[in-house]
């Protein structure tokens, strides 16, 4: 029984003895509690939201059902409330926004991070990623004293480029679903060029150099394999400008017009969930005024969630096999 | 531009040390090199290297790591142009032509490269091999399909994936992502190849693999190859040129840098009494 051999294997053993401490001296086992008490925290708050959300908007619910979603008046003083006219500014403002910001913003990074000189690349995204931490109610201020009246003035261009629209009809005064949209696009637009370029960079040389190497030009190594190579970052990063934009209160608040309508002209004035709850919730009267404002964030986190999950089911559908 | 034979010879002398960097035995040179100097910013990387690759043969570099032999490979593709701040001076022929004379996307039709960790696009294993041919304007459904299945046959890797075409590329092993990397430069029928270490970051097998590939593909291919493995050298070159800090110490028939070299350095390194 006493062989060497047989002996060997015991030695460890008596080091490692699955004793706590040793646990504790190797750091696994209060890295592991640690970080799963974070996770276990994101959940605990997210669930702990939903559930206050949902508890809070009986009232409402009770009452309206899900009519409530399909309602199109929103009117305190007769206590009837819908929240459709909300959903469809938040939906179609944020539309906008990433219609303007995305290729805007993907074309930016891939001049940052490919044809720029690497100093200019630096200094640019140092102001770009400034313009991400500038405070949402001065992009607010911007958009009144700058943007609303800047696009007043160049309001017959637009009415003579894009006028054939049925969503550029009637009157223009400025605070407007497309006003909103447009400053949307500029707040967003920091995220989907740091984040892209940055996915950009971390592309390998060996890639680029992989497509030259087969006669292909700066543009079509670039284009070709750069790009699809960073494609799912660029994607996360998009992601991240949506979420941004369909949560966004302050500056929609101040140049969307505030009014609860639906209109299928971006030059008409809208409103949105963030914007209305901001704007009545301090002056709610009554359990079921405040309640429904509830509902309506509630309604807001469901649009988040769907939205996302639509995207990322598009994604997943679309991404052609052989590719990462 | 019908320079002949004995021009070329002229062309590839060493002007310093008056040794002809050629083999003795007259062959025909895909490229040559003339007191080529190479910079990266003010750091001379390469000094008056003189090499001409003789055609349809696999010339391989081999060296201590930081002489100079992947800098020295990848002015044969112009590809260190895409490192800012490098500088290239003296003369590279290819084919008695200039070779910084030819437009950058033609040069690299003509002269291919393989890198040294596989890089395979993160598309299929058909729209890599077929790569190339798209972006040199061949759209043809029944020619792409016809020259990916030639390269892949080049490659030796066609029955390993014919079922698989549309599969991606990262579904393959190591060995044959690089097989396929291999693949997808041949597809544009290079007239040269040029290797840098294909093999280091793969198993026995997978290198014995490419090095048959690499002895079959000379015939159609001039082949450069550089490793740090002496024994490759030994097997798959028929010439081999000896690298030390930016200098060509030697370059001759492969049997003779490893059995008589002509330089005390070039026999310290092949024999391991180096460093
Ligand atoms: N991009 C670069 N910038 C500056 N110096 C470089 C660069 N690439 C290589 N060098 C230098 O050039 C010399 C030769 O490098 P390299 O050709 O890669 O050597 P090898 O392939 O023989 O290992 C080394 O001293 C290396 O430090
Ligand atoms: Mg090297």
């Known amino acids: ?324 | 531009m019908s320079t002949n034979v004995s021009t070329l010879q002229n062309l590839a002398i060493d002007m310093q040390k008056g040794v002809p960097m050629k083999p003795a035995a007259e062959t025909s040179a895909k490229l040559v090199t003339t007191d080529l100097n190479f910079y990266y910013g003010k750091f001379k990387a390469l000094h008056g290297i003189s090499l001409s690759v003789p055609t349809g043969a696999v010339t391989a570099l081999i060296g201590p790591s930081g002489c100079g032999k992947s800098t020295f490979l990848r002015t044969l593709n112009r590809m260190y142009e895409t490192v800012p701040l490098t500088r290239a001076e003296g003369a590279i022929l290819l084919d008695n032509e200039d070779l910084f004379a030819i437009e950058l996307s033609a040069l690299r039709r003509r002269v291919g490269m393989v890198f040294q960790r596989s890089n395979p696009f993160p598309k299929s294993i058909f729209d890599n091999v077929a790569y190339g041919l798209r972006v040199n304007g061949f759209a043809n459904k029944a020619t792409l399909q016809e020259s990916v299945e030639q390269s892949l046959r080049r490659a030796a890797l066609w029955d390993e994936v014919k079922d698989k075409l549309h599969e991606s590329a990262y579904s393959l092993s190591g060995g044959q992502q690089q097989r396929l990397c291999i693949a997808r430069a041949l597809a544009v029928n290079p007239e040269a190849l040029l290797l840098d270490e294909p093999c280091s970051a793969l198993d026995p097998i997978a290198t014995a693999k490419i090095e048959e590939l690499i002895l079959h593909l000379k015939r159609t291919c001039t082949i450069v190859i550089v490793t740090h493995n002496m024994q490759q050298a030994a097997r798959v070159a028929d010439y081999t040129g000896f690298f030390l800090l930016g200098k060509l110490i030697e370059f001759n028939a492969t049997k003779i840098i490893f059995q008589t070299p002509a330089q005390k350095e070039t026999e310290d390194y092949v024999t391991g009494r180096f460093g």
């Not at chain 1, 223009?172 to 949307?184: D, E, K, P, W």
């Not at chain 1, 994607?235 to 017009?257: K, N």
């Open chain 1, 1 to 324: 029984m006493a062989t060497p051999v047989a002996e060997l294997p015991a030695a460890p053993s008596v080091r490692r003895a699955g004793s706590f401490f040793w646990g504790l001296h190797g750091g696994d086992k209060p890295a592991f509690l640690i970080t799963i008490s974070c996770a276990a925290a994101i959940v605990l708050v997210t669930c702990l939201l939903v559930y206050e959300l949902f508890v809070n908007s009986a009232v409402s619910r009770h009452k309206f059902g899900w009519d409530f979603l399909f309602s199109r008046v929103w009117d305190p003083v007769a206590g009837q409330f819908g929240a459709l006219p909300f959903v469809y500014g938040t939906v179609v403002t944020s539309a906008l926004a990433l219609v303007i910001a995305v290729p805007l913003g993907v074309g930016a990074a891939i001049f940052l991070s490919e044809l720029a000189p690497p100093r200019v690349s630096d200094t640019l995204t140092f102001l770009v990623e400034l313009l991400a931490a500038v405070p949402s109610v001065i992009f607010g201020l911007l958009a009144v004293f700058v943007l609303v009246p800047f696009l007043k003035q160049i309001e017959p261009v637009l009415r003579s480029v894009l006028g054939w629209l049925p969503t550029f009809q009637g009157p223009f005064y400025g605070f407007s679903l497309f006003a909103a949209g447009v400053i949307l696009a500029i707040m967003v637009l920091p995220f989907i060029i740091s984040i892209s370029r940055e996915v950009l960079l971390a592309v390998p040389t060996d890639q680029r150099e992989a497509a030259l190497a087969l006669g292909a030009t700066k543009w079509e190594s670039t284009w070709q394999v750069v790009v699809p190579f960073a494609r799912k970052g660029i994607t996360g990063s998009i992601f991240l400008a949506l979420a941004r934009a369909l949560g966004e209160t302050m500056a929609v608040t101040m140049v969307i017009g505030n009014d609860p309508k639906i209109s299928a002209s971006l030059f008409a004035p809208g409103y949105s969930i963030a914007a209305i709850i901001a704007n009545e919730f301090t002056e709610a009267t009554g359990d079921l005024y405040t309640s429904s404002l509830i509902e309506l964030g509630l309604v807001l986190f469901a649009l988040t969630i769907l939205i996302n999950g639509i995207a990322r089911l598009l994604i997943l559908t679309t991404t052609r096999r052989g590719e990462t």
